[in-house]
Structure formats: C-alpha cells, structure tokens
C-alpha cells in the first residue's frame, strides 16, 4: 500500500520542484501546463487513495456499507496512460 501513496505524492512533489526550476530559469514554459496537469491528477489519484483507506478502515470497523458504484473503465485506464508517460 505504501507505493500507492508514494507513487503520486513523488510525481507531485517531482513536477513542483520541476515547475519551480522552469519558472525560475524563465525557459520551457510550453510545458508548464502539462506539468500542472500532471501535478493536479497526481493530487486527485492520492486523495483518492487516502479516501479508500479511510472507507476501508470504516468497513472494517463496521461503520460503513459498501456500495456499488458506476464507473468508466478507460478514464482509468486513459489517467494511468497520463501518470505513467513521464516514467516511459
């Protein structure tokens, strides 16, 4: 469970020190917006994660009923494509 933190939390934390460089430097800022697109997923992937934790401790403490929900299987697949091509 801990890579699922880390993973999202490092490209947050990669891409603002990234971010802060280019602004710095005053060069490259055609990307900046991917970046930050990148850093926004990355964030949302995490609360996300962080929120399923805390549902999953509910469960377990008998507090909470599971649902069913529905959902689109290529906005996952296509955020994990978004995540993933930096490391590509």
Known sequence: ???ELR????????????IQETVEDGTDLTNLQV???RIQS?????????DSILT??????????AEIT?????EVVNEIE????PLM
């Open 1 to 3: 469970m801990s890579h």
């Open 56 to 65: 999953f401790t509910k469960i377990e403490g008998g507090h909470y009923a």
């Open 7 to 18: 993973t999202p939390l490092n490209i947050i934390i990669g891409y603002s020190e990234l």
């Open 42 to 50: 990355s964030g949302e992937h995490l609360l996300k994660v962080i």
């Open 70 to 74: 529905e959902f689109y299987i290529a």
């Open 35 to 37: 970046d930050v697109g």
């Open 82 to 85: 978004f995540l993933a091509q």
